[in-house]
T-cell receptor
């Protein structure tokens, strides 16, 4: 299994500012994902963070709004840029096991935009 | 399109058995996952099925029928702490997870 930590665990931010969320894994992993989960809803994949190349974004998510870095196989960051109240959500980092038979989630970052 | 269906909410009694169903239509199939998510917490991995049949892990079992696009999660000897949302997710041909909306399970004493 993989142990994943995220920073910050929660934040309250003002409209128009940006927040960078960090994700650290205790082992090297190939695939890292960033999800968003709004209250009472299921998970929505934002992007796949690729080591050494640009992230792959899902429909409805763009790099200018959600820039992602993946400098190595154990670390990634997601920035939520020019925030609005609609960005208030839980942001989750996730990794897939080597055999693709397990997926682990970080504890999440609870973001509130005022 | 890709679609995962599961009931929105279920209620069961402590000590009983409950079965949460999940049906799916996806572009390719590389396995089906079940997760448990308590309110305010991240999802926790429960099970993975890629072949037809039943996988048992203690009080929890998961079943898959690929020909029917169907899975269920069976929870036995229910405990109050099992009150949570249960998420079904299918890994498609691109190894991306397609998520169901989750089933909120309410356990009553």
């Amino acid at each position: 299994s993989a142990v994943i930590s995220q920073k910050p665990s929660r934040d309250i931010c003002q409209r128009g500012t940006s927040l960078t969320i960090q994700c650290q894994v205790d082992s090297q992993v190939t695939m890292m994902f960033w999800y968003r989960q709004q209250p009472g809803q299921s998970l929505t994949l934002i992007a796949t963070a690729n080591q050494g190349s640009e992230a792959t974004y899902e429909s409805g998510f763009v790099i200018d709004k959600f820039p992602i870095s993946r400098p190595n196989l154990t670390f990634s960051t997601l920035t939520v840029s020019n925030m609005s109240p609609e960005d208030s959500s839980i942001y989750l980092c996730s990794v897939v096991g080597r055999e693709f038979d397990e997926q682990y989630f970080g504890p999440g970052t609870r973001l509130t935009v005022t | 399109g890709q679609n995962i269906d599961q009931p929105t909410e279920m209620t069961a009694t402590e000590g009983a058995i409950v079965q949460i169903n999940c049906t799916y239509q996806t572009s390719g199939f590389n396995g089906l996952f079940w997760y448990q998510q308590h309110a305010g917490e991240a999802p926790t991995f429960l099970s993975y099925n890629v072949l037809d049949g039943l996988e048992e892990k203690g009080r929890f079992s998961s079943f898959l029928s690929r020909s029917k696009g169907y899975s269920y999660l069976l929870l036995k000897e229910l405990q109050m702490k099992d009150s949570a949302s249960y998420l079904c997710a299918v890994m498609d041909s691109n190894y991306q997870l397609i998520w169901g909306a989750g089933t909120k399970l309410i356990i009553k004493p």
